[in-house]
């Protein structure tokens, strides 16, 4: 059975669960870079720990990834997410979300003045002022401008769907 990995992707659901779109500079960062070394250390721990406990996991497991590697880059919440924002975050520590505040300004003739503050990589406070137009989305790549809360909960079906057809390869535990 796929416990551990199960038990680290249950940390990340909690993470995942406690994230706030009002988060900003340290707190931000250090909430999402939970979540993506979460997401990846669900394979990781997979690998490791349950498959070393296990020869049946360990095969199943061996056998799994292969047919993974041989369809990239699908599937890409794999490939161009959770592996790829793991690189950048804990290799090159580059954060890949835009995340912020728009606040409207006077209108000059005929346009609206829009000044935007990016919260990502700033430093201090907590969260963002009450009613104020925030946005936070992944701003490059394959999941670009889509909320990094709706890709990290599609990672983590991923990862539910991986271990579930790990679990039905093994079989019941002996």
């Not at 990340?12 to 406690?18: E, G, S, T, V």
């Not at 592996?83 to 300004?105: A, M, P, S």
Request: aromatic letters at 10%.
């Amino acid at each position: 059975m796929t416990k551990i990995a199960r038990w680290v992707l249950d940390d990340c659901k909690y993470a995942l669960d406690r994230y706030s779109d009002s988060l900003q500079g340290e707190d931000f960062r250090i909430s999402w870079v939970t979540i993506v070394a979460l997401l990846r250390a669900v394979g990781h721990v997979l690998n490791k720990v349950d498959a070393s406990l296990d020869p049946r996991i360990a095969k199943a497991v061996k056998e799994e990834w292969a047919k993974l590697k041989a369809t990239k880059p699908e599937p890409r919440i794999l490939w161009e997410f959770i592996e790829q924002e793991r690189n950048n975050v804990l290799k090159l520590y580059q954060i890949g979300v835009d995340r912020g505040i728009r606040i409207k300004g006077p209108r000059i003739g005929s346009k609206e003045t829009i000044i935007e503050i990016d919260h990502s990589k700033s430093r201090g406070g907590r969260s963002f002022s009450p009613g104020a137009e925030n946005f936070s989305y992944i701003h490059s790549g394959t999941f670009a401008k889509q909320p990094e809360r709706e890709v990290a909960w599609e990672a983590i079906k991923f990862w539910e769907d991986f271990l579930d057809r790990i679990d039905r390869i093994v079989g019941p535990v002996r």
